[in-house]
């Protein structure tokens, strides 16, 4: 079985390109959005795949895991992210891994001898990725070449082989650095999404992902996208990634992306949620995605906007009033005609009046 202290580790490789962009994906998704590894059968170990019910809820450290088709020589594990696992299944041979997004993390800072990070000095860096290979080998963690979803010791305790420092800027930095090194990512752009925050009322309150990775946003208000990006090297040309929409649920205000041409940057791009016309949820989604041949992070987050309690109230209490003006000649045929006539007109201005503020009857 699988023991409290372990946790489940994953690993995406250099052997595809699709490969590679899960690494970047999800070092760009927001915390609490949900992404999907999956492997073939052969290379889940053993002891996962005997326990495959037993996961959900279990921590998850996800690798990029630099490899050679022939094993000329031992992978080069980097770590890149926390997440916990969602949801697991199996269909056929197939194994997949629903997981939530939650801290970034990163190797240690190689250091100079005052204490002060150094990412130019290749051979401390290199003794970094060294030293956490030699720990998870010392701890028995399963990896590849024996496989790509394995379990292994918890390493979130006391003796972490992983970089101190609790600050999700400074850890995506640093993981950078040890990706862009290799061959896989010496080309890519590096940016992540920080959060999506509600402007409507002055106070940017962050919008937290359901457990279902959805935001749940409120129609008739105008949110942020907020987006960092880190470049370890400085950037030859101007590179753009692209917000879609669906341009009825979610509409985009201003230009609709963010341009890379610096080392380092935080933007913003707006975004106005529109009001349903009627208590029906809507469903869309907003896609950020590189222009050209730029090789950066694809993310796709999943919004749903409702109509505000407020207005569902009026709608449905100008509904009900429409329907009891509509109703009163029929239920009191000894009326005056007159007054039949006036509750007739009464019930359409009523409805009039919903319809020109968009409340539809829901």
Not at 62 to 74: A, C, G, K, N, R
Request: with cysteine.
């Amino acid at each position: 079985m699988i023991a409290e202290s372990q946790i489940l580790y994953l690993y995406s490789s250099n052997q595809s390109r699709l490969y590679e962009q899960d690494i970047l994906d999800v070092l760009a998704a927001p915390r609490g959005t949900l992404r999907q590894f999956r492997y073939f059968e052969r290379y889940v170990s053993t002891t996962l795949r005997a326990h495959i019910g037993d996961i959900e809820g279990r921590w998850a450290l996800l690798h990029f895991s630099l490899q050679q088709e022939e094993q000329y020589h031992e992978p080069v594990l980097i770590p890149v992210r926390w997440a916990t696992v969602h949801s697991a299944s199996v269909i056929g041979d197939i194994y997949a891994f629903q997981l939530r997004m939650e801290n970034w993390c990163s190797l240690p800072a190689p250091r100079k001898n005052d204490g002060s990070p150094t990412f130019s000095d290749w051979q401390r860096k290199r003794d970094v990725v060294r030293g956490y290979q030699q720990f998870l080998a010392n701890h028995k963690v399963e990896q590849p070449y024996g496989c790509s979803a394995g379990v292994g010791e918890d390493l979130r305790g006391a003796h972490t082989p992983l970089e101190r420092i609790a600050d999700d800027a400074l850890l995506f930095n640093y993981s950078t650095h040890y990706l862009q090194s290799t061959r896989s990512f010496n080309n890519a752009r590096f940016y992540r999404v920080r959060s999506i925050r509600d402007l409507t009322d002055g106070a940017a309150a962050e919008v937290d992902a359901g457990d279902d990775g959805t935001f749940e946003l409120r129609g008739g208000r105008t949110y942020s996208l907020y987006v960092s990006h880190f470049q370890p090297v400085n950037p030859q040309a101007i590179d753009r990634v692209r917000l879609e929409t669906d341009g009825k649920t979610v509409v985009p205000i201003g230009k609709p992306y963010f341009e890379i041409a610096s080392r380092y940057d935080d933007v913003a791009i707006e975004f106005h949620a529109v009001e349903p016309p009627t208590s029906e949820i809507r469903d869309s989604v907003v896609i950020l995605e590189p222009e050209g041949s730029t090789f950066a992070a694809k993310v796709r987050l999943r919004l749903r906007v409702s109509r505000s309690a407020s207005k569902t109230a009026t709608a449905v209490g100008g509904a009900a009033l429409a329907a009891i003006l509509l109703g009163i000649p029929t239920l009191w045929t000894s009326l005056d005609p007159a007054l039949k006539a006036m509750s007739v007109a009464a019930a359409a201005l009523v409805t009039a009046l919903l319809a020109n503020a968009g409340l539809k009857r829901a």
